[in-house]
Protein backbone atom coordinates (compact mmCIF):
# COMPACT_ATOMS: atom_id res chain seq x y z
CA UNK A 1 0.00 0.00 0.00
CA UNK A 2 0.90 3.45 -0.91
CA UNK A 3 1.66 5.67 2.68
CA UNK A 4 -0.98 6.88 4.34
CA UNK A 5 -0.86 10.50 4.68
CA UNK A 6 -2.37 11.63 7.63
CA UNK A 7 -4.08 15.35 7.31
CA UNK A 8 -4.47 15.98 10.79
CA UNK A 9 -3.00 13.48 13.79
CA UNK A 10 -5.78 13.78 16.70
CA UNK A 11 -4.73 13.48 20.03
CA UNK A 12 -7.43 10.63 20.50
CA UNK A 13 -6.07 8.73 17.59
CA UNK A 14 -6.78 5.44 18.04
CA UNK A 15 -3.54 2.86 18.17
CA UNK A 16 -3.14 -0.53 18.55
CA UNK A 17 -0.17 -1.73 20.41
CA UNK A 18 1.16 -5.84 20.23
CA UNK A 19 3.26 -7.46 22.14
CA UNK A 20 4.24 -10.87 23.02
CA UNK A 21 3.89 -13.05 26.05
CA UNK A 22 6.01 -15.36 27.89
CA UNK A 23 7.53 -18.29 25.95
CA UNK A 24 10.17 -20.56 26.48
CA UNK A 25 13.37 -19.73 23.83
CA UNK A 26 13.60 -23.20 20.98
CA UNK A 27 11.05 -25.14 22.19
CA UNK A 28 8.28 -25.68 20.22
CA UNK A 29 4.85 -24.32 21.56
CA UNK A 30 2.96 -21.10 21.63
CA UNK A 31 3.16 -17.62 22.84
CA UNK A 32 0.76 -15.48 23.61
CA UNK A 33 0.33 -12.39 21.94
CA UNK A 34 -1.98 -9.37 23.12
CA UNK A 35 -3.02 -6.47 21.57
CA UNK A 36 -4.34 -3.04 23.34
CA UNK A 37 -6.28 -0.33 21.79
CA UNK A 38 -5.12 2.87 23.00
CA UNK A 39 -6.92 6.73 22.40
CA UNK A 40 -3.64 8.58 22.31
CA UNK A 41 -0.97 7.82 24.94
CA UNK A 42 -3.94 8.29 27.52
CA UNK A 43 -6.88 6.13 27.48
CA UNK A 44 -6.98 1.92 27.20
CA UNK A 45 -10.37 1.07 25.05
CA UNK A 46 -9.83 -2.07 24.57
CA UNK A 47 -7.61 -5.68 24.99
CA UNK A 48 -7.46 -8.68 21.93
CA UNK A 49 -5.09 -11.53 21.51
CA UNK A 50 -3.93 -14.76 19.59
CA UNK A 51 -1.18 -16.83 19.94
CA UNK A 52 1.96 -17.58 17.56
CA UNK A 53 4.16 -20.56 17.16
CA UNK A 54 7.81 -19.96 18.76
CA UNK A 55 9.95 -19.70 15.90
CA UNK A 56 7.61 -20.12 13.46
CA UNK A 57 6.34 -18.27 10.51
CA UNK A 58 2.11 -17.22 11.26
CA UNK A 59 2.82 -14.01 12.72
CA UNK A 60 2.22 -11.88 10.09
CA UNK A 61 -1.37 -13.91 9.52
CA UNK A 62 -2.13 -13.97 13.27
CA UNK A 63 -1.87 -10.52 13.93
CA UNK A 64 -3.80 -9.75 10.32
CA UNK A 65 -6.69 -12.25 11.92
CA UNK A 66 -6.67 -11.11 15.11
CA UNK A 67 -7.11 -7.47 13.96
CA UNK A 68 -9.59 -7.69 11.31
CA UNK A 69 -11.56 -9.71 13.18
CA UNK A 70 -11.59 -7.38 16.59
CA UNK A 71 -14.47 -5.01 16.97
CA UNK A 72 -11.74 -2.00 17.45
CA UNK A 73 -10.83 -2.88 13.95
CA UNK A 74 -12.97 0.05 12.10
CA UNK A 75 -11.73 2.71 14.57
CA UNK A 76 -8.17 2.18 14.43
CA UNK A 77 -5.61 4.14 12.28
CA UNK A 78 -1.91 2.82 13.19
CA UNK A 79 -1.03 -0.27 14.32
CA UNK A 80 2.41 -0.30 16.91
CA UNK A 81 4.51 -3.62 16.94
CA UNK A 82 7.44 -4.45 19.76
CA UNK A 83 9.37 -4.48 16.76
CA UNK A 84 9.56 -7.00 14.43
CA UNK A 85 10.01 -10.24 15.99
CA UNK A 86 7.80 -12.24 18.26
CA UNK A 87 7.83 -15.69 19.92
CA UNK A 88 11.72 -15.67 19.36
CA UNK A 89 12.02 -15.38 15.67
CA UNK A 90 8.82 -15.76 14.46
CA UNK A 91 9.11 -12.05 11.81
CA UNK A 92 5.91 -10.26 10.71
CA UNK A 93 6.31 -8.91 7.63
CA UNK A 94 5.33 -5.35 8.24
CA UNK A 95 4.46 -4.11 4.09
CA UNK A 96 2.66 -7.85 3.97
CA UNK A 97 0.74 -7.00 7.36
CA UNK A 98 -0.02 -3.20 6.53
CA UNK A 99 -1.83 -4.75 2.78
CA UNK A 100 -3.58 -7.48 4.65
CA UNK A 101 -5.11 -5.35 7.30
CA UNK A 102 -5.24 -1.69 5.62
CA UNK A 103 -3.47 0.14 8.74
CA UNK A 104 0.28 1.59 8.38
CA UNK A 105 2.33 -0.36 10.05
CA UNK A 106 5.08 1.12 12.80
CA UNK A 107 7.72 -1.12 14.55
CA UNK A 108 9.09 -0.01 17.27
CA UNK A 109 12.43 -0.75 19.49
CA UNK A 110 14.18 0.42 22.52
CA UNK A 111 17.79 -0.53 21.38
CA UNK A 112 18.67 -0.26 17.58
CA UNK A 113 18.61 -3.69 15.81
CA UNK A 114 22.05 -5.01 15.27
CA UNK A 115 21.51 -6.53 11.68
CA UNK A 116 24.87 -8.48 11.87
CA UNK A 117 23.48 -10.41 15.19
CA UNK A 118 20.24 -11.01 13.76
CA UNK A 119 21.10 -12.50 10.47
CA UNK A 120 23.90 -14.83 12.55
CA UNK A 121 20.67 -16.01 14.96
CA UNK A 122 18.62 -16.93 12.20
CA UNK A 123 20.99 -19.02 10.39
CA UNK A 124 20.19 -21.21 13.02
CA UNK A 125 16.58 -21.66 12.28
CA UNK A 126 14.60 -23.21 8.96
CA UNK A 127 14.17 -20.96 6.37
CA UNK A 128 16.57 -19.02 7.64
CA UNK A 129 16.80 -16.68 4.36
CA UNK A 130 12.54 -16.56 4.36
CA UNK A 131 13.00 -14.66 7.87
CA UNK A 132 15.91 -12.37 6.61
CA UNK A 133 13.97 -11.25 3.69
CA UNK A 134 11.04 -10.66 6.00
CA UNK A 135 13.34 -8.46 8.62
CA UNK A 136 14.77 -6.63 5.37
CA UNK A 137 11.08 -6.13 4.19
CA UNK A 138 10.86 -3.69 6.98
CA UNK A 139 12.58 -1.05 5.49
CA UNK A 140 15.32 1.26 7.41
CA UNK A 141 15.54 1.51 10.87
CA UNK A 142 15.21 5.84 11.86
CA UNK A 143 16.02 7.40 15.36
CA UNK A 144 12.95 9.16 17.01
CA UNK A 145 13.27 11.14 19.83
CA UNK A 146 10.43 10.36 22.16
CA UNK A 147 9.56 12.69 25.38
CA UNK A 148 12.87 14.47 25.48
CA UNK A 149 15.72 15.00 23.11
CA UNK A 150 18.41 12.54 25.43
CA UNK A 151 15.27 9.87 25.22
CA UNK A 152 14.71 7.70 21.55
CA UNK A 153 13.07 4.57 20.20
CA UNK A 154 13.82 3.52 16.68
CA UNK A 155 11.34 2.57 14.37
CA UNK A 156 10.38 0.61 10.55
CA UNK A 157 7.28 1.91 9.41
CA UNK A 158 5.03 0.61 6.34
CA UNK A 159 2.32 2.55 4.72
CA UNK A 160 2.15 5.83 6.61
CA UNK A 161 4.93 8.68 5.58
CA UNK A 162 7.84 8.76 8.06
CA UNK A 163 7.15 12.61 9.61
CA UNK A 164 3.34 10.94 10.42
CA UNK A 165 5.36 7.97 11.81
CA UNK A 166 7.38 9.99 14.31
CA UNK A 167 4.44 12.17 15.22
CA UNK A 168 2.48 9.46 16.16
CA UNK A 169 5.46 7.64 17.99
CA UNK A 170 5.79 10.96 20.56
CA UNK A 171 2.72 11.68 20.92
CA UNK A 172 1.90 8.50 22.34
CA UNK A 173 4.81 8.36 24.36
CA UNK A 174 3.36 9.89 27.38
CA UNK A 175 4.96 8.26 30.09
CA UNK A 176 8.22 6.69 28.98
CA UNK A 177 10.23 6.85 25.75
CA UNK A 178 8.36 3.88 24.89
CA UNK A 179 4.82 4.27 23.52
CA UNK A 180 1.93 3.79 25.46
CA UNK A 181 0.19 1.25 23.39
CA UNK A 182 3.17 -0.64 23.63
CA UNK A 183 4.11 -0.29 27.43
CA UNK A 184 0.50 -1.56 28.55
CA UNK A 185 0.46 -4.78 25.62
CA UNK A 186 3.81 -5.82 26.77
CA UNK A 187 2.95 -5.38 30.92
CA UNK A 188 -0.69 -7.53 29.62
CA UNK A 189 1.06 -9.47 27.82
CA UNK A 190 4.41 -10.44 30.72
CA UNK A 191 1.25 -11.66 33.16
CA UNK A 192 0.22 -14.23 30.38
CA UNK A 193 2.17 -17.56 29.79
CA UNK A 194 0.75 -20.82 28.13
Do not use: C
Not at 153 to 174: F, N, P, R
Request: no cysteine; charged share 25%; glycine share 8%.
Amino acid sequence: MFPKKFRVIKPEIRVLGVDDGVFTPHVKGFAPLIGVVFRGGYWLDGVMSTKVEVDGFDSTAKIGAMVVNSPHYKQLRVMMLDGVTFAGFNVVDIKKLNAETGLPVIAVTREKPNFKDIREALRNLPQSEKRWRAVLNAGKILEVSTRSKTEKVYMEMSGILEEDAQKIVKLTSTRSSVPEPLRVAHLIASGISF
